[in-house]
């Protein structure tokens, strides 16, 4: 009798210990599942340095806006929770980007960010930034194809988010060219919270072009962004 209970509560305790341990590597599974679909999305791996451009403030050559640099901050903070290192440099960075994946944020209208004008003629051929022109209706417009998307300061604002691999390069550039600081950091914040559903709009996530659209910037200022459309095909001129 007294075995028998022996019996029934050691096996009792195996079930449990087993049927814990598979809770736990299968919760294990899954975080480790959804870690990967991030660092595809962004394109970075673990252990891996990446680097970040940042371009200048308007009319203030040398210093990065406020909101440039809390996308920054969320950047390097997304590097770091998957396991990379990072490093930045001004919007005047020459080079390629070898084998570290590249954030570069800001648009290039007024010499903000050159590098980015430079990724979009050498690698976007049908998207074109407006320049800053306060008596045109396009000023600062983000033109793919044949598609403008006006800018309306302080109500609705866009940032262009781009993917892709230079042919001189082993990662990926993740381009982030926003019409102001503001639509630079709602892309980004949005992207951090949002990838999954972004990631299921696209056909792939190895190269990609989107637009990300933030409206009620004079109440919710960076923090109501939304995915316009996926612009790929116009973008890479397909």
């Given at each position: 009798?007294?075995?028998?209970v ?6 009792g ?9 598979f809770?736990?590597?299968?919760e294990?599974?899954?975080?480790i599942?959804?870690?990967?679909r ?8 673990p252990?891996?340095?990446c ?6 403030k ?8 406020r909101?440039d640099?809390?996308?920054?901050v969320?950047?390097?903070l ?8 990072v490093s ?5 960075f020459?080079?390629?980007n ?9 648009g290039?209208a ?8 430079g990724?979009?003629a ?6 074109v930034?407006?320049?800053?022109d ?19 300061r302080?109500n609705e604002?866009?940032a ?5 691999t230079?042919?001189e390069?082993a990662s990926?550039?993740?381009l ?5 600081s503001?639509a630079?950091?709602?892309a ?9 559903r ?9 190269r990609f072009?989107?637009?990300?659209k933030?409206s009620?910037?004079?109440?919710y ?12 095909t116009?973008?890479f001129?397909e």
């Open positions: 009798m007294i075995q028998s022996l019996a029934n509560i050691a096996i305790l195996v079930t449990s210990l087993l049927g814990g341990a809770v736990w590597l299968w294990r599974a899954k975080r599942r959804a870690e990967n991030r660092a595809a999305f962004f394109g970075v791996r252990g891996q340095r680097l970040i451009v940042v371009g200048d308007y009319n203030s050559p040398g210093t990065a806006h909101r640099v809390r996308a920054v969320e950047l390097a997304l590097a770091g929770e998957l396991g990379c290192d930045v440099e001004s919007g005047d020459r080079g390629g070898g084998d570290r994946t590249e954030f570069c944020v800001g290039p007024e010499g903000v960010n050159a590098r980015t004008g990724h979009l050498a690698h976007l051929p049908g998207v930034i407006h320049a800053y306060g008596t045109a209706p396009d000023s600062v417009a983000i033109e793919v194809g044949t598609e403008k998307f006006l800018f309306d302080g604002e866009y262009l988010v781009a993917k892709f230079p042919a390069s990926p550039v993740f982030v060219a926003g019409q102001t503001v630079n950091l709602a980004v914040h949005f992207l951090r919270r949002e990838y999954r972004v990631a299921g709009e696209l056909s792939s996530v190895e072009c989107v637009l990300i933030v009620g910037i004079g109440t200022e960076f923090h109501r962004a939304t995915l316009e459309r996926e612009v790929t116009a973008a001129g």
